[in-house]
C-alpha cells in the first residue's frame, strides 16, 4: 500500500543507514538521492512512513523500524 516514492525513500533510507538504522542525511542529500525536485514530496512520503511506524524521524535524523508482523 506504499506509494512509489514512500517506497524509494524507504529503500534509501535502508541503504544509506548505519547498524542501528540511523541516518542523518539531509533532506537535501535523500532529495538528490531520489531526484525529487519539490520538498512536499520528501516531506509527504517521510511522514507517511513515520504513520505506519517503518521509520522515526526527529530533529533531521532518521532511524528505520523494525518491520512490523504484517508486512
Do not use: C, W
Not at 29 to 51: K, S
Amino acid at each position: 500500500g506504499l506509494t512509489r516514492m514512500e517506497k524509494l525513500l524507504y529503500l534509501v533510507l535502508v541503504a544509506v543507514s548505519n547498524r542501528d538504522g540511523v541516518s542523518f542525511h539531509s533532506d537535501e542529500r535523500l532529495g538528490e538521492f531520489l531526484d525529487i525536485r519539490h520538498l512536499h514530496e520528501l516531506t509527504g512520503a517521510r511522514d507517511e512512513l513515520v504513520a505506519r511506524d517503518l521509520i522515526a524521524f526527529k530533529d533531521g535524523i532518521y532511524q528505520v523500524l523494525e518491520l512490523p508482523p504484517r508486512f
